[in-house]
T-cell receptor, first 115, second 114 residues
Framework: SQTIHQWPATLVQPVGSPLSLECTVEGTSNPNLYWYRQAAGRGLQLLFY??????ISSEVPQNLSASRPQDRQFILSSKKLLLSDSGFYLCAWSAKSGSPNQVQYFGPGTRLTVL | GNSVTQMEGPVTLSEEAFLTINCTYT??????LFWYVQYPGEGLQLLLK?????DKGSNKGFEATYRKETTSFHLEKGSVQVSDSAVYFC?????????????FGEGTQLTVNP
């Protein structure tokens, strides 16, 4: 069966510090991968998605970036964190089967607090 | 563009009460519709889905019917339990130029008291 991991689970970082969040998927190959952010008390915002190694699409311009160095690894980064980067970051994967309506499966999330 | 509007929360119910969480959508074409649930401190779990008009998704006693004529996908459960306390997200999936995307509603917080 497929599983999705995220780490760290929680993170407290000072403003201006760098960030690296990691997401890995097991039990599938060539998945679509997604990064979402959930700000406190609000819905989910799609930040990045990837259909393959090195292929990243950005949905929202900001000081975050994403990379996909391996097929089942998706990394969210920042060079300098802002207070507004605080939130709950969720990684998700979906299969590629030709159907445009594939289910997305979510990881456990990383809670980031920027002070 | 595509959007999802959910009933504002929080919703507080007593155990065994009937639950309805309203969800309406705006979309071009015929999206698939989903309900996800987020328990405290956790990621999102797929609760149920429907891929075409008049489909009914169901799971764990929850149901939702894809109503094209009213562009709605309301979530219902006949008798809620304390363990159903969570945030519920309605979402639609549409096909972009580089793959499918999910658009979420703002979420509805449900608290069930014993």
């Amino acid at each position: 069966s497929q599983t999705i991991h995220q780490w760290p689970a929680t993170l407290v970082q000072p403003v201006g510090s760098p960030l690296s969040l990691e997401c890995t998927v097991e039990g599938t190959s060539n998945p679509n991968l997604y990064w979402y952010r959930q700000a406190a008390g609000r819905g989910l915002q799609l930040l990045f998605y990837s259909v393959g190694i090195g292929q990243i699409s950005s949905e929202v311009p900001q000081n975050l970036s994403a990379s996909r160095p391996q097929d089942r690894q998706f990394i969210l980064s920042s060079k300098k964190l802002l207070l507004s980067d605080s939130g709950f970051y969720l990684c998700a994967w979906s299969a590629k089967s030709g159907s445009p309506n594939q289910v997305q499966y979510f990881g456990p999330g990383t809670r980031l607090t920027v002070l | 563009g595509n959007s999802v509007t959910q009933m504002e929360g929080p919703v507080t119910l007593s155990e065994e009460a009937f639950l309805t969480i309203n969800c309406t959508y705006t979309a071009t074409g015929y999206p698939s519709l989903f309900w996800y649930v987020q328990y405290p401190g956790e990621g999102l779990q797929l609760l149920l889905k429907a891929t075409k008009a008049d489909d009914k998704g169901s799971n764990k006693g929850f149901e939702a019917t894809y109503r094209k004529e009213t562009t709605s996908f309301h979530l219902e459960k006949g008798s809620v339990q304390v363990s159903d306390s969570a945030v519920y997200f309605c979402a639609l999936m549409w096909a972009g130029t580089s793959g499918s995307r999910l658009t979420f509603g703002e979420g509805t917080q449900l608290t069930v008291n014993p």
